[in-house]
């Protein structure tokens, strides 16, 4: 008997078609009918994927923004738990989006089935004609609306989730108020608590406004108006064709001022979502913030780029608490481009790197780092980026240089080439005089006029210098 008790309790695992109870109904039944193997399919989705996942995603959540894992972010074996919970929370984030989206198709649908009798007499007793009818054309004007916001969700925009949370109880409010549509009502409901229980993975600030890359949110967009019209065409065939006709149960003419509104609707949201860059706004250092990166670069050393921070064309971030790293960037369209590798000891950098990106995500931008060495790649690859390899850089040890040499007969060349026209070669220290300003900007100028957006970011113009 206790080994019967055990085989039972393991074929009840998560995950297995009820092995128990499908027997015992194969003991009663010559052949099991599809609804009770529906009902058997049912039951495990109901009582153990959808609490799993559930459960999945909150506790994943929960880890991934409370204060317990950043404090232990660093440690080895809770590290290993990173890729895991990162991977819940975004599968989380993706079916709360598609449950969005859903919600919409579905107040769509409801918005084109005509009321139940029972129903249109009950709104008639309750309410005014003309709240039915507003709400009928709300319900389409938020039904897709809520495609537009579950693309929001899917970039974890907080303006997205707000706005979702809010379509959804207004759309439950008018499925009751357009034809006492409980079902649809209740599933906004639930899907605008889930979204309220999850706010905490929704913590990009970028506009809604700006979504890149929104084609196929736009084309969903007119596939819904489609299935909407598809959908009332074939219950109102032989209805009146007027849209100024009123009446509780004048469900055709009501059909038609939707599609009306449902119309003006998708074109202003494929208006208003039409792809383009984002502009993250950027505050630029003065001349304070640029004497203290000064003295921070002596204290904590450089690279090969840091010192092209003091032209003050780049943004500058202090990362860790201590501000023991830091890190130069611009923004190119939708992207936040980092020059060079962070500046500071290995650990500081690492955790500069990992800085850096969360500040892009917040801003619904692009993390990119430009012209990295070869030190920090490994720390790159842990946080996501992809690495590219654009143009070709030589650095020389002039501590060993030398012209002999059979290999170096080209160069001997160009140095003699160079002599018989007359040009030389000095290294020229500060202060320099405004006569020699003018002449390199006028060389810079012609030089920078084939590339100027990369030279700029990675070399810089000859600055414009005035004098006191």
Wanted: proline share 5%.
């Amino acid at each position: 008997m206790p080994v019967a008790l055990v085989a039972i309790v393991i074929t009840l695992l998560v995950f297995e078609a009820g092995h128990v109870d499908l027997h015992a109904i194969q003991q009663q039944l010559a052949a099991i009918a599809p609804p009770w193997l529906a009902a058997l399919v049912l039951y495990r989705v109901a009582y153990y994927l959808v609490p799993l996942l559930a459960s999945l995603f909150l506790g994943a959540n929960a880890l991934a923004s409370s204060k317990l894992a950043a404090n232990l972010r660093h440690h080895p074996i809770v590290s290993i738990l990173a890729w895991p919970v990162a991977w819940a929370v975004d599968l989380g984030i993706r079916l709360l989006s598609g449950l969005t989206a859903a919600a919409g198709v579905v107040l769509l649908a409801g918005a084109a089935f005509p009321n139940l009798l029972s129903h249109n007499r009950l709104l008639s007793q309750w309410l005014p004609l003309a709240a039915v009818e507003a709400s009928h054309l709300a319900s389409v004007v938020i039904g897709l609306s809520l495609i537009v916001a579950a693309r929001g969700l899917s970039l974890r925009l907080r303006r997205a989730l707000w706005l979702a949370v809010g379509l959804l109880i207004a759309g439950a409010v008018f499925g009751l108020t357009r034809g006492l549509d409980w079902g649809t009502s209740l599933l906004l409901a639930v899907i605008a608590v889930l979204l309220y229980v999850s706010r905490g993975s929704f913590e990009r600030q970028g506009s809604l406004s700006r979504q890149i890359g929104a084609w196929p949110w736009t084309i969903a967009l007119v596939l819904a108006l489609i299935g909407y019209l598809v959908l009332g065409e074939s219950f109102y065939k032989g209805g009146s064709l007027n849209p100024l006709v009123f009446g509780v149960d004048l469900h055709s003419p009501r059909f038609l001022r939707g599609a009306f509104v449902g119309l003006i609707s998708v074109i202003v949201l494929a208006i208003w979502t039409w792809p383009r860059w984002a502009a993250p706004t950027l505050v630029l250092p003065g001349a304070a913030e640029l004497d203290g990166l000064a003295a921070w670069l002596e204290s904590h050393g450089s690279n090969g780029y840091s010192h092209l921070m003091l032209l003050g064309d780049k943004a500058i971030r202090y990362s860790g608490d201590e501000q023991n790293a830091m890190i130069g960037y611009a923004s190119v369209r939708n992207r936040l481009v980092a020059l060079s590798d962070p500046v500071g000891d290995a650990d500081a950098r690492r955790a500069a790197i990992m800085d850096f990106r969360r500040l892009a995500d917040a801003q619904h931008c692009t993390p990119v780092f430009y012209q990295v060495g070869p030190d920090d790649l490994s720390a790159y690859l842990d946080n996501g980026f992809a690495l590219f390899k654009l143009g070709e850089i030589a650095r020389v040890n002039l501590r060993e240089f030398s012209m002999q040499g059979k290999h170096n007969s080209d160069k001997r060349g160009a140095l003699n080439r160079a002599e018989r026209l007359g040009l030389s070669f000095e290294i020229l220290k500060p202060p320099f005089d405004q006569a020699l300003l003018d002449t390199l900007a006028a060389v810079s100028d012609d030089w920078m006029g084939e590339k100027p957006a990369e030279k700029a970011f990675s070399l810089h113009c000859c600055p414009t210098v005035e004098g006191p």
